[in-house]
Nanobody
Framework: VQLQASGGGSVQAGASLRLSCKHS????????MGWFRQGPGKEREEVAT????????HYADSVKDRFTISRDSGKNLLHLQMNNVKPEDTAVYYC???????????WGQGTLVTVSS
């Protein structure tokens, strides 16, 4: 599995940003993909996850109603639409792949999102 994240950048609070992750290699119907982030001086945290079919997803409380995870299986793309971003969303964002949703085994290289107030 290879994951390539993109779309990060520097924006002001309240703006929108869309992250993308290109997925290649192993696929299976039990897979779960997700976005994680690690802010300055913080531990890595789960942001959002989505299942194979895109019919089930989960969000961290801190991003509910602002972020949307989606996938375009035909193009092997995972997206994270980030709306109304806040300075506390500043972090390196990683996409990740799990064969079953329990342990994420493969990680992208990360893309930096910086939100200024």
């Amino acid at each position: 599995v290879q994951l390539q994240a993109s779309g990060g950048g520097s924006v002001q609070a309240g703006a929108s940003l869309r992250l993308s992750c290109k997925h290649s290699g192993r696929r299976q119907t039990t897979e779960v993909m997700g976005w994680f982030r690690q802010g300055p001086g913080k531990e890595r945290e789960e942001v959002a996850t989505i299942n194979w079919s895109g019919s089930s997803w989960h969000y961290a409380d801190s991003v509910k109603d602002r972020f949307t995870i989606s996938r375009d299986s035909g193009k092997n793309l995972l997206h994270l639409q980030m709306n109304n971003v806040k300075p506390e969303d500043t972090a390196v964002y990683y996409c990740a792949w799990s064969p079953d949703g329990y342990q994420f085994q493969y990680w992208g290289q990360g893309t930096l999102v910086t939100v200024s107030s």
